[in-house]
């Protein structure tokens, strides 16, 4: 009876929908948010190596 309820917990139009790991959301956060800071702070950080 636990399986059954397992399966239920979202909702009927959702249920052919294929979720993506959460690992995967984390990594492409942190590429996302390294890509942005690097070119926000692009003049700075070719400054420190000049």
């Known amino acids: 009876m636990k399986d059954q309820n397992d399966e239920e917990l979202r909702p009927s139009k959702m249920r052919g929908v ?3 790991k959460a690992k995967y959301g984390v ?7 390294v890509v942005v800071n690097l070119i ?11």
Do not use: D, M, R
Not at 27 to 33: D, F, G, P, R, S
Not at 40 to 50: A, G, H, P, Q, V
């Open 40 to 50: 926000y702070y692009k003049e700075f950080l070719i400054s420190l190596f000049k």
């Open 18 to 20: 294929a979720f993506p």
């Open 27 to 33: 990594i492409a956060a942190v590429i996302i948010i």
